[in-house]
T-cell receptor, first 113, second 111 residues
Framework: GENVEQHPSTLSVQEGDSAVIKCTYS??????FPWYKQELGKGPQLIIDIRSNVGEKKDQRIAVTLNKTAKHFSLHITETQPEDSAVYFCAASRPGGYQKVTFGTGTKLQVIP | KAGVTQTPRYLIKTRGQQVTLSCSPISGHRSVSWYQQTPGQGLQFLFEYFSETQRNKGNFPGRFSGRQFSNSRSEMNVSTLELGDSALYLCASSWGGDEQFFGPGTRLTVL
């Protein structure tokens, strides 16, 4: 089955700096890669996603890159703010709409004011 | 548009009991997936229902079961509870494609 590795497990940055979280996946058939943000006491919130036919996607301060050959994808957050502090999860799933999504182990991001 | 709702939000049970959790998806969404989240194992896929049919299942014992009703609402049942079943149970809905939207979860504590 699919295996998703996520690094680092914790990340502290100064407000205004950039944060990068990296994930690798094992199943070359995976074609959908979402990123979720989970705040304390809440469910994961989809913040951005990318499909295997796209190399990069941006949404304001958030961007995701995908390298299909190396089977890794990354989340980039620029100009970090204290409200970006949360746990971030990457995930991967295969085509077909069958929602068997495999998640990474999470990265706890702390933005220091 | 209302989000995914889960009830109850918190639950305390004792070993051996059974529990039923409920999930109401976003209006128009026909797919409901369930996940277990624990500090040790992270987010693990339990199963997914689409139009009242289970389409996919994760690697959990048969004590974990679910169903989906004609209005897309879903329930998850855990029988003969064990201490290790203590977790946050998350439900996610989708129109049937890839994008999933999660509810706030049900925090289950087994004593």
């Amino acid at each position: 089955g699919e295996n998703v590795e996520q690094h680092p497990s914790t990340l502290s940055v100064q407000e205004g700096d950039s944060a990068v979280i990296k994930c690798t996946y094992s199943d070359s058939a995976s074609n959908y890669f979402p990123w979720y943000k989970q705040e304390l006491g809440k469910g994961p919130q989809l913040i951005i996603d990318i499909r295997s036919n796209v190399g990069e996607k941006k949404d304001q301060r958030i961007a995701v890159t995908l390298n299909k050959t190396a089977k890794h994808f990354s989340l980039h957050i620029t100009e970090t703010q204290p409200e970006d502090s949360a746990v971030y999860f990457c995930a991967a799933s295969r085509p077909g709409g069958y929602q068997k999504v495999t998640f990474g182990t999470g990265t706890k991001l702390q933005v220091i004011p | 548009k209302a989000g995914v709702t889960q009830t109850p939000r918190y639950l305390i049970k004792t070993r051996g009991q059974q529990v039923t959790l409920s999930c109401s998806p976003i209006s128009g969404h026909r797919s409901v997936s369930w996940y277990q989240q624990t500090p040790g194992q992270g987010l693990q896929f339990l199963f997914e229902y689409f139009s009242e049919t289970q389409r996919n299942k994760g690697n959990f014992p048969g004590r974990f079961s679910g169903r989906q009703f004609s209005n897309s609402r879903s329930e998850m049942n855990v029988s003969t509870l064990e201490l290790g079943d203590s977790a946050l149970y998350l439900c996610a809905s989708s129109w049937g494609g890839d994008e999933q939207f999660f509810g706030p979860g049900t925090r289950l504590t087994v004593l």
